[in-house]
């Protein structure tokens, strides 16, 4: 047996016993914490169903873009579950504050700095495709979901690109959402608004029910 099949079957038995789906064994981070951790680590500084939703949704959009690009999901889609954990608890000094815990709990380096870099002002360069789509994802997620609330049966298979660029362009709707973010986080990646929107949406529909929408 190759070393590589030798790490990868150990990798596969000690996430078979933790009871993960089975693209969870392909992480490529097996000394990390698993995904159910990271859903515990949110859970215990986020009480809001609203930002617990909004953890599980750029979660699911991070791993979508992984598949795009050829990352990792598993530690992208952790990434995008724990980008705001912090949040709630700490609004003045996220993400500062749960840097510390990140790094405690073994995450890697690439995890702890995109999720510091999605913040404009903590001045950490996003340096890693990683950080450049959790930036570029993160509003425009909470922007898609506040769109499907006005569709019919809040139905976010219904969302197209052409009604969110309309919408983004209207102050007066989701304002609290970051224009700017998105504009900036779109011109980073280089990637068009229409295909981002696509995969938001894409990633989106099967777990809508979890999110509160059709
Ligand atoms: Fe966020």
């Known amino acids: 047996m190759m070393a590589g099949q030798l790490w990868a079957w150990r990798n596969m038995n000690l996430r078979e016993v933790r009871g993960l789906p089975?693209?969870?064994?392909?992480?490529?981070?097996p000394e990390m914490p698993s995904r159910e951790d990271a859903l515990a680590t949110l859970h215990e500084h986020t009480k809001t169903d609203s930002l617990r939703r909004h953890g599980l949704a750029v979660e699911a959009v991070m791993r979508s873009a992984a598949a795009r690009v050829g990352g990792d999901p598993e530690l992208w889609g952790i990434t995008g579950l724990l980008h705001d954990f912090d949040y709630e608890a700490h609004p003045d000094?996220?993400?500062f504050w749960g840097r510390a815990v990140l790094e405690g709990q073994g995450y890697p380096e690439e995890v702890v700095l995109a999720i510091q870099g999605h913040a404009n002002f903590s001045g950490v360069p996003r340096e890693t495709e990683m950080?450049?789509?959790?930036?570029?994802?993160?509003?425009?997620?909470g922007f898609v979901m506040a769109v499907a609330m006005v569709q019919p049966g809040r139905e976010v298979a219904r969302v197209r690109a052409a009604s969110v660029a309309k919408k983004l362009k209207d102050k007066s709707f989701a304002r609290t959402v970051s224009r700017d973010d998105i504009s900036q986080g779109t011109a980073e990646l280089g990637v068009p608004l229409e295909e981002l929107v696509e995969l938001v949406v894409g990633a989106l529909t099967?777990?809508?029910?979890?999110?509160?929408?059709?």
Request: aromatic share 10%; proline share 10%.
């Open 22 to 29: 089975w693209p969870d064994r392909l992480c490529h981070h």
């Open 93 to 95: 000094e996220h993400p």
């Open 131 to 141: 950080a450049r789509w959790l930036f570029a994802l993160d509003e425009l997620t």
């Open 206 to 214: 099967p777990i809508a029910g979890e999110l509160g929408l059709g």
